[in-house]
C-alpha cells in the first residue's frame, strides 16, 4: 500500500508554479492576478479566502480580497463581478461559496467572465469540460486527476467508481475519468443515495473515489485488493485530541479500507491540499491566458 | 416484452406542439421561427434538413433554411450566425453538422446565441444540463428520457449502463440520468471502446442505452432478464429488401435480445423519430422564451 502524499505534491506543485511566476515576471513585468468576494464573516469561508490569500503570496500572485456585508445586495454584488469582468489587471477571480440565501448564487456565477472563472463553475466551463476542450476545470476535481497523473497510476480501461454527484466533485470527476484522455479513458460508475447496493459497485472497482460527505462510509469489506481509493470527504468531527475540538474525517475508513489498497489518499493531507492548489494552477493559466487568449 | 414505439409518441408530441402553435399564434399573433443553415450539398445532411423543414410545417412553425456552398469561408458562416443571434424574428437555429473540413465546428457552434441553441451543442447548454439547470437538451439524450417518461419506465435507483461516451448522445444521456429527477436517479455507468468485459457491465444493467455505432453489437448473451434497452445506433448496411440498397441496423440484436427485455426499442422507429421530433420541442420552448426569457 502506497499512501499518496497530497501535501508534498501540493507543495511540489506551488514550487513549480512559483518558478513559472518568476519567468512571467521577469519577462513581462505582471504578476498574475487573483481577485477573491466575499460576503459576509462565516468562519469557514474567512479560513478558505484567507489560505487562498496566502496561496498567492506563496506562489508570487498578486491577490485582491473584496468584502461586502451579509446584507449586501444581489445588484451591488452584480456589479462588483461585471467590475471585475472589466478589470484588465485581474486575470481570475471567485466569489467565495456558499452566499446568503438572499443571493441568487447562479445569477452571480454565471455573470463571471467565463475567460476569469478560476473556480470553473461556469457552465461554459464546465460544458467545456464535459466535451473535452480546453477549459478552467474546478479545483477538487483537478486535483484529484492530478495526483493520479502524479502517481502514476494507471486509469486506461480501469473501472472507476465516483461515490456522490454534486455538482463539483462527483459529476466533474467523473466527466474527466471517462474521457479519451490520460488520466482518463475509465469505465465511470456514479453511484449517489439512490443507489441500491452501492457495496457491489464498489467490490467491482480499480478506482474509488468517495465524495458523499458520509465520515467513514466506505469500508474495508467494500473494497477489492488492489484498489486505488481517493478519498474526497472532510466531514468535521468532534474529537478530544486537538486543541479546536474537531477533526476532519473522510468518507473512508482508513484503518480497514488501507491494507487492501494500491494507493490511498489520506485525510487531511490527501486531496484538500491539491483542492487548494489547484485554484494557483488555474490563476496560473489565467495570467498566461492560455486557455483563452 | 413492449416494444417502445417511437413513431408513435413522436407524433403524439408534433400533434401536441401544432396545438400549442395554434394558440401561441392566436395570442400573439407570431409562429415560432427556425432557422437552419445548411453548408454543401451533403446527401445525409440534405434529407436531415429536408426532414426538419417538413416538421417545421407540420408543426406549423415558420423555417428558414440559408445555404451556402462547401467552399464557405468561416468568417461567412459566422457573420451568417450573428446575424441569426441579432434577428429578432428568429427564435431558434441550427447549424446542421458535419461541417467542411476546413471550417471550425466548435468555433460556429460557440458563436450561436446558446438562447437561440435549439441543438443544445453550446456549451452553456452543455454545462446548464450537467449542473441540473434549465437548458436546450440535445435532441437525441432529450428523445430518450422523453421516451422513458412517456412509457412510465421507473428509474429511480436503477443501473443504467450508456455504451459510448459520444458528446451528442452517451455523455449527455448519462448526465441527464444520474440527475436528481424523473426520470433520472439512476446508477449510471458509461463504457466505451476502452471498457474491459463490457459484458459484464450489460448484464448487471436496468437499462441499458446503446449508443457505440456498432451494427448489432448487443445479443441476448450480454442482457439480463427484464431489461429495458433503447438503441441508438442507425448504422447503414447493404440491404437487398430495399429500394435504396440498404437498410438502417441498430447496435442492439433484436433478435436475441427482444425476447429478455420489458420494453425495447425498435430501429427504425424508435429512438429516431424522438431525435427529430426532440428539435421541434426545442424550437415551441424557444419560441415560448420559457428557458431563457
Redesign the interface.
Known amino acids: 500500500m502506497q499512501l499518496i502524499d497530497g501535501k508534498k505534491i501540493a507543495a511540489e506543485i506551488k514550487a513549480e508554479i512559483a518558478g513559472e511566476v518568476k519567468e512571467i515576471y521577469l519577462s513581462k513585468g505582471k504578476q498574475p492576478h487573483l481577485a477573491a468576494i466575499l460576503v459576509g464573516h462565516d468562519g469557514g469561508s474567512e479560513t478558505y479566502v484567507a489560505g487562498k490569500v496566502k496561496d498567492c503570496e506563496d506562489c508570487g500572485f498578486k491577490s485582491t480580497l473584496v468584502r461586502f456585508e451579509e446584507n449586501v445586495t444581489e445588484e451591488t454584488l452584480l456589479s462588483e463581478v461585471r467590475k471585475l469582468n472589466e478589470d484588465a489587471d485581474v486575470d481570475g477571480f471567485i466569489v467565495q461559496l456558499p452566499l446568503p440565501r438572499h443571493i441568487n448564487e ?1 445569477k452571480i456565477l454565471q455573470e463571471i467572465d467565463y475567460r476569469k472563472d478560476v473556480d470553473g463553475f ?7 469540460m ?4 480546453p477549459c478552467f476545470i474546478s479545483a477538487t476535481p483537478f486535483g484529484i486527476v492530478e495526483l493520479l497523473n502524479r502517481y502514476n497510476i494507471e486509469t ?2 480501469k ?1 472507476c467508481v465516483v461515490l456522490g ?1 454534486s ?1 463539483i466533485v462527483g ?2 470527476v ?2 474527466l475519468l ?3 484522455n490520460n488520466p482518463g ?8 443515495s ?3 447496493d452501492i457495496k457491489k ?1 464498489c467490490l467491482d472497482a480499480d478506482i474509488i473515489i468517495a465524495a458523499l460527505g458520509a465520515p467513514g462510509f466506505l469500508n474495508g469489506d467494500m473494497v477489492k485488493d488492489g484498489a486505488v481509493v481517493i478519498d474526497v470527504g472532510t466531514t468535521r468531527v468532534p474529537s478530544t485530541e486537538t486543541k479546536s475540538g474537531f477533526r476532519l474525517k473522510g468518507d473512508v475508513d482508513f484503518e480497514s479500507v488501507a491494507p487492501k489498497c494500491s494507493f490511498i489518499t489520506p485525510v487531511p493531507g490527501g486531496v484538500g491540499p491539491m483542492t487548494r492548489v489547484a485554484l494557483m494552477k488555474n490563476t496560473l493559466l489565467a495570467g498566461k491566458k492560455v486557455i483563452y487568449g
Chains 1, 2 share one sequence.
Request: net charge positive.
Open positions: 447562479h461556469h457552465p461554459v466551463n464546465v460544458g467545456r464535459a466535451i473535452g476542450l486506461a480501461g473501472h454527484r455538482n459529476k466533474p467523473a466527466s471517462m474521457q479519451k479513458d475509465c469505465t465511470v460508475t456514479v453511484c449517489h439512490r443507489t441500491k459497485y
